[in-house]
């Protein structure tokens, strides 16, 4: 079980890569152009819970409607980061 951080956008090999190769047991939050995967469900990319930051989110001019995976705030990412033994980024 890891948290996975996804913070390049949907051009990005690496962040693909971390992508497909998460567990149903992982978490990831899409964090800074990592919010871009929001836009295209990135749940198509992989099997783990996808999650992205509200403020990041918000930051770039989108509206809550237009994300497709659940938007979290810091403090909530906090508590995944707890939650986690460890983090991939």
Do not use: C
């Not at 809550?64 to 705030?73: A, G, H, Y």
């Amino acid at each position: 079980m890891a948290l996975i951080l996804i913070k390049f956008g949907t051009n990005n090999p690496a962040e693909r890569f971390k992508l497909a190769n998460a567990s149903s047991d992982d978490d990831v939050v899409l964090i800074q152009n990592g919010i871009y995967w929001a836009l295209n469900d990135a749940k198509q990319y992989t099997a783990a819970r996808v999650y992205a930051i509200k403020e990041d989110f918000l930051a770039r001019g989108y509206d809550e409607p237009d994300s497709k995976v659940p938007l979290i705030n810091y403090a909530q990412f906090v508590e995944l980061i707890e939650k986690h033994p460890k983090t991939i980024s």
